[in-house]
């Protein structure tokens, strides 16, 4: 499976401003999605990356509060806009499978506080 | 709407013995599954996948799917106090490879 490199790792925010978050994959992939996971919640999904084209938002989530960007097949980036204690979560990028199939494969996740 | 329903948990078994981990869906055309760990304050880790009815083992996980019943179990056999982790089932959705993942089921493995 592919290796993905996310940071940061962690960080405190203050509220009313935005943190970029990166995800780098270390070979080439077609979809990159971005998690949301609340505390003591599931995954949801807030949209898939998609190379050359606008992000494919969730509903609930859009782009003027989740811009994204994917310059290439191999790296993203999901900026927390404006932020405010609610979008304390843990952010998660993720890939699929490739070849092998669906599954989706993670990375290390950003733990994300907003104070 | 796709939805993956697990029960929550939490879910406390000795050392040694069987836990048993749920997930029911409501898409009858779903054709692939997932069962994925997440330790505490750790991303999730993909551990078992299956696609056809019946079971399908690895070690000391087993997978079981029942398409009719629209189900889709994780046995681990041995429990062991390093499986004490949130158990997400998850199934793809749509044409873009997207997952929906349940709530999650929290396996306590007590020594």
């Known amino acids: 499976s592919a290796v993905i490199s996310q940071k940061p790792s962690r960080d405190i925010c203050q509220r009313g401003t935005s943190l970029t978050i990166q995800c780098q994959v270390d070979s080439q992939v077609t979809m990159m999605f971005w998690y949301r996971q609340q505390p003591g919640q599931s995954l949801t999904l807030i949209a898939t990356a998609n190379q050359g084209s606008e992000a494919t938002y969730e509903s609930g989530f859009v782009i003027d509060k989740f811009p994204i960007s994917r310059p290439n097949l191999t790296f993203s980036t999901l900026t927390v806009s404006n932020m405010s204690p609610e979008d304390s979560s843990i952010y998660l990028c993720s890939v699929d499978g490739g070849d092998r199939g669906l599954e989706a494969f993670f990375g290390q996740g950003t733990r994300l506080t907003v104070v | 709407q796709k939805e993956v329903e697990q029960n929550s948990g939490p879910l406390s078994v000795p050392e040694g013995a069987i836990a048993s981990l749920n997930c029911t869906y409501s898409?009858?055309?779903?054709?692939?599954f997932f069962w994925y760990r997440q330790y505490s304050g750790k991303s999730p880790e993909l551990i078992m996948s299956i696609y056809s009815n019946g079971d399908k083992e690895d070690g000391r996980f087993t997978a079981q799917l029942n398409k009719a019943s629209q189900y889709v179990s994780l046995l681990i056999r041995d429990s062991q106090p390093s499986d004490s982790a949130t158990y997400l089932c998850a199934i793809p959705g749509g044409s873009n490879y997207k997952l929906t993942f349940g709530k999650g089921t929290l396996l306590t493995v007590n020594p």
């Open positions: 898409d009858r055309g779903s054709q692939s």
